[in-house]
């Protein structure tokens, strides 16, 4: 006897016609007996839910949910060179820098015109919030080998080529593969002979041995990862022309510069190649520019480069395996980096960053002199670019590593008066109407600051508590990485998700409360218009911030004439600095030319520049100190 197969699609589409033809007939039945009209939606609400449920996948429903959050966080999401990617073909993108974790891959989705699935650490997806998340977004899951790390039984001393334990349990807990970490060393279990003694691989460095009146010691256990099923499930999805994402430095971090590749995004298009033969796989690398980017309201541009083949004479060494498989893996990771180099900005310190920002605002100053135009964010991250890849050009010479300190003298002043650069710039036009500009910024900043007080006010459990949580977070990020400086990598994502958490909770309490303090028509009119009140909150937030800060440059102007003299002067000189290296470098000028700030020609770094502005750094020094002495606020 044969059974009939089931159409679940007809099936599906019955259940969500069902429940929506009966939650409405519950809230109009219930409307018909005299139930007000809030009570019978709040009857037919589960209902409802449930149709949502059937009739829109999980997936889709997250995924827009935390797009919208994206959109929400930030206050500019761009992207540049977005037609670079394949419409068809399947595309392993490649993104760096790493610096915004849960967020980056966000960014890419929002920016992306292909769907693309991320590698995400399987450590992450298995927590409760994140890994819902990331399941939703159809994220492939990584197992690492350091969130597996474990403390193991006892104490091990090496001794040559041998570990011997004291009241240990290799049999049990260590395998051969595995490596046992002792400090700063891993060092990998050739073989387990006994519960204490094993066999490794290699002998241990000198630095590794422990000193002669303590041989014994703690040791952890970092077990060997089968990346097979990864693997798989990449080439699953790249087979059938689908996207994966690859953040090919491992785990966010907040450094200047680029970690060190790992060989997954190489094995993964190589292999990938090697099983489809004839699909033509694609690897288009992706370069993150954030703009205050752990913050409320930053800004963040998505830089996608040129297309990247796989060559086909690498494939073939790949297949071959062992030595030529390797070669073939680390030549095409080299591509990739350079690949990555052309849409990212590096710098070997934050020092040297302050810089390229510096030499990006003076070069906007320019073009905006000149042609009357601003430059896109497009093109002022192009410019930065070209300045990190020019940077070993001019790194080494005297002229370039005074010029850094006296831009982190300058920044530093800045800060301290709580003004901005183009603060400096405009000095002298707002001096010559402090009055005017004064009463207007005053006023707007009375006027937007009261209309945002309502929305402030509702949102301040919101602001309490994600800042506290994601400091937090940021702390026990930072101390259990050995790669971050501040942990702000972490910041952003758990911004975003206790707000996603918190906001339809404290939504509902005070709805509740409007309803129990006010009238059943307030809340009902709170519960649907109050989130459009809010957001216009922030924007009022936001312009009267703003406006703050342009009053107290004019404040400091006329409170602080001489240290902004100084401070004019400084700024005189970084531009002819600046300049200089303008010309100094070749394709910064070609840049530059191309943007619209060529013709006149500035004559290079010269030896005589560095002693003058050592003088200048002194003179902010002691500037700094009258301004912490005097106590004069910083910037909000």
């Keep these: 006897m044969r059974?009939?197969?089931?159409?679940?699609?007809?099936?599906?589409?019955l259940q969500s016609i069902g429940c929506l033809w009966v939650s409405l007939g519950i809230t109009i039945t219930c409307q018909a007996y005299g139930m007000p009209p809030f009570y019978a939606v709040l009857v037919s609400l589960p209902l409802y839910l449930l149709w949502m449920y059937i009739s829109i996948p999980a997936s889709v429903m997250m995924t827009n949910v935390m797009l919208l959050c994206v959109d929400l966080f930030?206050?500019?999401?761009?992207?540049?060179?977005?037609?670079?990617?394949?419409s068809k073909s399947p595309v392993l993108f490649v993104c760096a820098p790493h610096g915004n974790q849960l967020i980056d891959p966000l960014v890419v989705m929002r920016t992306n015109p292909r769907q693309v699935g991320f590698l995400c650490a399987a450590k992450t997806m298995r927590k409760q919030v994140i890994g819902y998340i990331a399941r939703a977004l159809d994220s492939i899951p990584v197992e690492r080998a350091q969130d597996l790390r474990r403390k193991g039984t006892g104490t091990v001393e090496l001794d040559g080529d041998f570990v011997?334990?004291?009241?240990?349990?290799?049999?049990?807990?260590?395998?051969?593969?595995?490596?046992?970490?002792?400090?700063?060393?891993?060092?990998?279990?050739?073989?387990?002979?006994?519960?204490?003694?094993?066999?490794?691989?290699?002998?241990?460095?000198?630095?590794?041995?422990?000193?002669?009146?303590a041989p014994s010691r703690p040791f952890h256990i970092v077990p060997h990862i089968d990346s097979t099923v990864l693997y798989e499930a990449v080439f699953e999805r790249l087979g059938a022309s689908e996207c994966v994402g690859i953040f090919p430095e491992g785990g966010s971090h907040d450094r200047t510069e680029l970690l060190p590749l790992k060989m997954?995004?190489?094995?993964?298009?190589?292999?990938?190649?090697?099983?489809?033969?004839?699909?033509?796989?694609?690897?288009?690398?992706?370069?993150?520019?954030?703009?205050?980017?752990?913050?409320?309201?930053?800004?963040?541009?998505?830089?996608?480069?040129?297309?990247?083949?796989?060559?086909?004479?690498?494939?073939?060494?790949?297949?071959?395996?062992?030595?030529?498989?390797?070669?073939?893996?680390?030549?095409?990771?080299?591509?990739?980096?350079?690949?990555?180099?052309?849409?990212?900005?590096?710098?070997?310190?934050?020092?040297?960053?302050?810089?390229?920002?510096?030499?990006?605002?003076?070069?906007?100053?320019?073009?905006?002199?000149?042609?009357?135009?601003?430059?896109?964010?497009?093109?002022?991250?192009?410019?930065?670019?070209?300045?990190?890849?020019?940077?070993?050009?001019?790194?080494?010479?005297?002229?370039?590593?005074?010029?850094?300190?006296?831009?982190?003298?300058?920044?530093?002043?800045?800060?301290?008066?709580?003004?901005?650069?183009y603060h400096v710039e405009a000095s002298t036009a707002?001096?010559?109407?402090?009055?005017?500009?004064?009463?207007?910024?005053?006023?707007?900043?009375?006027?937007?600051?009261?209309?945002?007080?309502?929305?402030?006010?509702?949102?301040?459990?919101?602001?309490?508590?994600?800042?506290y949580v994601s400091e937090t977070e940021r702390l026990k990020a930072l101390k259990s990485s050995s790669v971050k400086i501040s942990g702000r990598d972490v910041v952003a994502t758990y911004?975003?998700?206790?707000?996603?958490?918190?906001?339809?909770?404290?939504?509902?309490?005070?709805?509740?409360?409007?309803?129990?303090?006010?009238?059943?028509?307030?809340?009902?009119?709170?519960?649907?218009?109050?989130?459009?009140?809010?957001?216009?909150?922030?924007?009022?937030?936001?312009?009267?911030?703003?406006?703050?800060?342009?009053?107290?440059?004019?404040?400091?102007?006329?409170?602080?004439?001489?240290?902004?003299?100084?401070?004019?002067?400084?700024?005189?000189?970084?531009?002819?600095?600046?300049?200089?290296?303008?010309?100094?470098?070749?394709?910064?000028?070609?840049?530059?030319?191309?943007?619209?700030?060529?013709?006149?020609q500035h004559g290079a770094l010269t030896p005589e520049p560095p002693e003058q502005w050592v003088e200048l750094c002194d003179r902010l020094r002691q500037d700094s100190l009258r301004l912490r002495r005097s106590g004069i606020p910083r910037e909000l």
């Design 164 to 213: 011997r334990g004291a009241g240990t349990r290799f049999i049990a807990e260590l395998h051969a593969r595995d490596r046992i970490s002792l400090g700063a060393h891993e060092l990998q279990v050739a073989e387990v002979l006994s519960d204490t003694e094993a066999r490794l691989k290699a002998p241990p460095p000198a630095d590794a041995l422990a000193p002669a009146d």
């Design 495 to 600: 911004k975003v998700l206790i707000s996603l958490i918190l906001t339809p909770v404290l939504h509902v309490m005070y709805t509740a409360a409007v309803w129990r303090f006010v009238s059943q028509r307030a809340a009902v009119a709170y519960m649907f218009f109050s989130p459009f009140v809010c957001w216009g909150a922030v924007r009022c937030a936001e312009s009267s911030k703003l406006a703050y800060r342009e009053a107290w440059a004019i404040v400091s102007l006329v409170l602080k004439p001489t240290g902004l003299h100084h401070l004019q002067q400084v700024r005189h000189e970084i531009k002819a600095g600046v300049l200089g290296l303008f010309n100094d470098i070749g394709e910064i000028r070609k840049t530059d030319s191309s943007a619209g700030v060529g013709g006149e």
């Design 74 to 86: 930030f206050r500019d999401v761009t992207s540049r060179n977005t037609f670079k990617v394949p």
């Design 430 to 467: 707002i001096a010559t109407s402090t009055l005017l500009n004064a009463l207007f910024l005053a006023a707007r900043m009375v006027f937007n600051g009261l209309a945002a007080l309502p929305g402030l006010l509702l949102g301040l459990p919101l602001l309490v508590v994600t800042r």
């Design 264 to 421: 997954g995004a190489s094995l993964m298009a190589l292999g990938a190649s090697a099983r489809f033969p004839g699909l033509p796989i694609r690897v288009v690398p992706v370069g993150l520019h954030y703009f205050k980017g752990h913050r409320f309201r930053g800004s963040v541009l998505v830089d996608y480069g040129e297309p990247l083949d796989v060559p086909a004479e690498l494939v073939a060494d790949y297949e071959q395996g062992g030595a030529k498989m390797q070669a073939a893996c680390t030549k095409f990771l080299h591509v990739i980096e350079q690949a990555l180099t052309s849409v990212t900005i590096s710098a070997p310190d934050y020092a040297t960053l302050e810089l390229f920002w510096m030499m990006r605002r003076l070069h906007v100053q320019i073009t905006v002199e000149r042609t009357g135009a601003r430059p896109t964010l497009a093109e002022q991250v192009a410019l930065t670019k070209a300045f990190s890849q020019a940077w070993v050009k001019v790194a080494e010479r005297p002229g370039t590593a005074a010029l850094q300190r006296l831009v982190a003298s300058y920044n530093q002043q800045l800060r301290l008066y709580g003004i901005k650069d």
């Design 3 to 13: 059974v009939a197969a089931v159409d679940t699609g007809s099936t599906t589409f």
